[in-house]
Every structure is written in C-alpha cells, then in structure tokens.
C-alpha cells in the first residue's frame, strides 16, 4: 500500500480528532485558562508517552542525543508559539476571525518550504492552497466585514508558528526515532506553557481540585491529553516523513470543517450556505494536488490523475 496514501488518512483522522475536540475545549476553559488548560493537557501527555517509552522501548534511549534535544526543542518551541500567539490574540479579535488567520499556514508552508528546505511546490498544490484559503474565509468569517487589529497581528504570528511547526517536523522526524523525538517536543510545550500559564494567568488552578475535579475538565483533559496530544502528535511525526509538508498543511486545514460538523451533530449549530460553500473550498483544496495541471497562455487547461509522489 502507498505509503504517503497512508500517511495522508492518518494525517486526516489526526485533523478529525482536533476539530471534534473543539467543543469540549471551549466548554473546558471556561473553568480553566487556555495555558493552564494546555499546561495539564501537554504534562499528561507527556507522561502517559514516557512512561510507554520506559515500559514498552526503553531501548531507544541509547539514541539519546543533545542533537535530539534540540530538534525536538525547536519542534516544541513553534508548537508552543502557535498557541501562545492564537491565544493572546483570542483577547483581541473575533474567533472567526482567528480561525481564517490559523488557516493561512496553508499558503506559508509552501512558501517556507521552499525558503528553508529548497522544496519548490508545484502549481496545483499552490493552486489548491488559494482554493482552501478562500474556502477558510467563507467558513470562517461568513460575509463579515474585514478590519485589522492588534489581535490579527498575534493570530498572524500564530499562523507562521504553525506553519514552521509542520516544517521543522518534517526535517527532523525522519531523522530521530519518533517516540523520543516527540516525548521531548511535548514536554518543552508543557514546560512552556507552565511557564507562561504563571505570567499571564492565575497557574496555581492548574492544581486546584475543585476546577480539575469539573466535569468539562477532566473530560476534555482526558480526551484531549490521550488522544489530541499524545497520539496525534505521535502520528504526525510518525507519518510526516512519508508526504510533504504542504499536503500535511491542506489535510490540516479540514480542521475547521471537522469542527462544523460535529459541532452540528453535538451542540445542534447550523452551517449558513457560506459555511457550506467554505467546506467544499477547503474539500477541493485539499484533493485537488492529487491531480496534475499543465497550464500554458493561449493554451488550453489539461489534467490527468497521478500521484504525488
């Protein structure tokens, strides 16, 4: 079986868990502030993949080394960066708002692909990009005016922190074992977010039983620690090195159509007919490097299946 077929739907059930966790993460920060909230949720992540690592592969630990360290340090650090950004943003600007700014790592992956790994994108994965772009704004901001604040410059930040996450996972995860490789990236959000939880939010909730003992809490943490952190960071550096890092961008970008829908199936929220035409944009964008274009001027458009790789 094609190895970057696989990847791609293992990348794509990585999107789904985010985008259905969506819910249970904006009723669990109610209780508890966004990076404290990621704080307990990357801590236990963390652990529950180093006490795996000790049990199950304690052997990897001779691959120990300070360059390990480092790139799953750097890995770590943009993830940090990308919620930090999106988060300080959130205080600012609409949450529709900063879910199309988020999404415009679909464009700079390409861009920074090219600038950092020499890896020219071709025309139809730039094409697809623009086409998800533009199906992100209609899901998103659903006709609404557009106006820059101090709020869109953190997002924006969000966005290339994002973006590089993906890259740099792509140039290190096929050079370190995978389970060591992301037990440190988890750990350096924890810390970070731990960190920063301090500075800028009240960290002693982290451990106050009253607010972990809440039923959105401990639910979303459970859910989201297990599943949207552990596993799904733990796929994502598994499986990145089988595709590339503009396709990973495109099959995140259905992130946001994942969370319509089961926002629509759990919470009883409608799409409106911009919503619909934004899912089928960012649909469209994603399957639409699967196909090959030659474009010429004065000449017609041509197209044939191939894969992408």
Not at 95 to 110: C, D, N, Q, R
Request: aromatic share 16%; proline share 2%.
């Amino acid at each position: 079986m094609n190895k970057q077929w696989i990847a791609d739907v293992s990348l794509l059930a990585v999107t789904f868990v985010w985008g259905a966790t969506f819910v249970v993460v904006q009723n669990a920060i109610s209780f508890l502030e966004p990076l404290s909230f990621n704080a307990v949720r990357f801590w236990l992540a963390g652990l529950f993949l180093l006490l795996w690592l000790l049990l199950c592969y304690r052997s990897l630990l001779t691959q120990w080394s300070s360059s390990l360290l480092r790139a799953g340090g750097w890995m770590g650090l943009w993830l940090f960066s990308g919620y930090a950004f999106q988060t300080i943003g959130l205080l600012y600007t609409t949450s529709s708002k900063t879910a199309f700014i988020t999404g415009l790592s679909v464009v700079l992956v390409p861009l920074f692909s090219f600038l950092f790994l020499k890896q020219k994108p071709t025309a139809n994965a730039v094409f697809g990009a623009l086409i998800a772009t533009a199906g992100l704004y209609f899901l998103t901001m659903n006709g609404g005016e557009w106006s820059m604040n101090r709020g869109d410059v953190f997002v924006f930040f969000c966005a290339i922190s994002f973006a590089m996450h993906i890259i740099v996972t792509g140039k290190y995860s096929s050079r370190y074992p995978t389970l060591l490789l992301t037990v440190i990236q988890i750990f350096t959000v924890a810390i970070m977010c731990s960190v920063f939880a301090f500075l800028f939010e009240d960290g002693t909730q982290m451990w106050n039983v009253a607010v972990l003992r809440q039923q959105e809490v401990w639910t979303a943490l459970m859910i989201t620690s297990l599943l949207a952190t552990a596993l799904a960071f733990l796929i994502q550096t598994k499986f990145q090195k089988y595709t590339t890092a503009a396709r990973v961008a495109l099959i995140f970008a259905m992130e946001p159509v994942f969370a319509a829908i089961t926002a629509y199936i759990w919470a009883g929220e409608r799409l409106s007919p911009a919503g619909i035409i934004g899912c089928i944009g960012i649909l469209s964008g994603m399957i639409l490097p699967e196909f090959r274009f030659s474009l010429s001027f004065g000449k017609r458009l041509s197209t044939k299946r191939h894969l992408t790789r």
